[in-house]
């Protein structure tokens, strides 16, 4: 017989019942990537490097909101890329947890070729958030390997975007 999904937590003198995700974040291994851009400029191309280290990192969501659209979203695995030095926002969504991210991101990196496309997603205009990885969808990402997520204006005009990933870690 499996292992039962669920967990029972104690907390403030009561039992409650979490599943598997909910002890995950107990643990301080879940983070929350945010990102703002305020001005992604026709036909311009917006990059999340994410750097793995030893650990997995494991991508639970990613969600893309902008004022307009259309835009490409494309991840792409092992690509060749000159590593930045600009980071987005990550937090650990275990607020009394000392747990530090060991998956580095960055917002500037450059010369970005080749890699192996995952992932290609299509906002159209009219659509202001997009699922682009949602409970249908998953990627366990490999250790020491560069992965890009790249947003492309398609629309022809300045665009504001925003973007929020929750990703887990284990060694």
């Known amino acids: 017989m499996p292992d039962n999904p669920f967990k029972i937590a104690t907390g403030k003198g009561r039992r409650i019942s979490v599943d598997s995700f909910d002890i995950e ?10 990102n703002k851009v305020a001005s992604l400029g026709a036909g311009n191309t917006h990059t999340l490097h994410i750097e793995t ?31 930045g030095s600009t980071n987005p926002t990550v937090r650990n969504l275990n607020r009394e947890s000392t747990k ?9 990196s ?6 192996t496309t995952l992932e290609r997603d299509f906002v159209p205009t009219g659509k202001d958030t997009a699922f682009i990885l949602s409970d249908d969808t998953k990627w366990i990402l490999k250790p020491n390997t560069d992965y890009v997520i790249q947003i492309v204006n398609n629309s ?16």
């Open 53 to 83: 280290s030893t650990d997995y990192a494991y991508i639970q969501n990613l969600v893309v909101s902008l004022s307009d659209g259309p835009v490409d979203v494309v991840i792409k695995e092992a690509p060749t890329i000159t590593t």
């Open 110 to 115: 450059t010369s970005i070729t080749g890699g």
């Open 156 to 171: 022809g005009q300045i665009l504001t975007l925003s973007y929020k990933m929750i990703y887990q870690e284990h060694d």
């Open 100 to 108: 530090t991210p060991s998956t580095n991101f960055y917002t500037d």
């Open 25 to 34: 974040i107990q643990d301080g291994r879940v983070f929350k990537v945010n």
